[in-house]
């Protein structure tokens, strides 16, 4: 079993499709740990607001079924691949970080995600696992979100 961290994040009706990626999450993994929901501008593209949260997860699924698995996911709530890359969408879900490993394999798959550089994926992550530590620069979390210049990428607490 590999402890998993995923980013999930949704700018169309998000508090539906995120409770329901939720609700799938939970119904696969059993239990996970999830992190609170924040509000943020879209980045790469002019869109509506995203919000984002972090979900911590055991699997016995290597990192490309899960990655597949987590694309069939999005594609039941209705992700759009037919558009381009950055733009709105129903459902985002990536693996962040699969234990330690480092990854770069295809259909996007990148472990750690670049996208822990953006603070909608740094955040919730510390939130809920403060002292993991990030497999190439060995930071923790936390210490990654304190060094983090979060003026650049304000963040709103969301409610789900």
Do not use: C
Request: neutral net charge.
């Amino acid at each position: 079993m590999a402890r998993v961290y995923l980013s999930l994040g949704s700018n169309q009706q998000p508090h539906r499709y995120l409770r329901a990626a939720l609700d799938e999450l939970r119904a696969r993994f059993g239990a996970i740990v999830v992190s609170p929901a924040y509000r943020s501008r879209s980045v790469g593209f002019d869109g509506a607001d995203f919000v984002n949260l972090a979900v911590g997860l055991d699997t016995e699924l290597a990192p490309g079924a899960l990655n597949d698995w987590l694309h069939a996911l999005e594609d039941r709530h209705g992700r759009r691949r037919d558009v381009p890359r950055y733009s709105d969408r129903t459902l985002d879900l990536d693996i962040v970080l699969y234990g330690d490993e480092v990854i770069s394999g295809p259909g996007h798959l990148q472990i750690p995600r670049k996208e822990l550089r953006h603070a909608f994926v740094l955040k919730p992550l510390a939130d809920i696992a403060p002292q993991l530590r990030h497999p190439v620069s060995g930071q923790t979390m936390a210490a990654l979100w304190a060094a983090f210049p979060k003026e650049r990428e304000p963040l709103t607490p969301e409610p789900l």
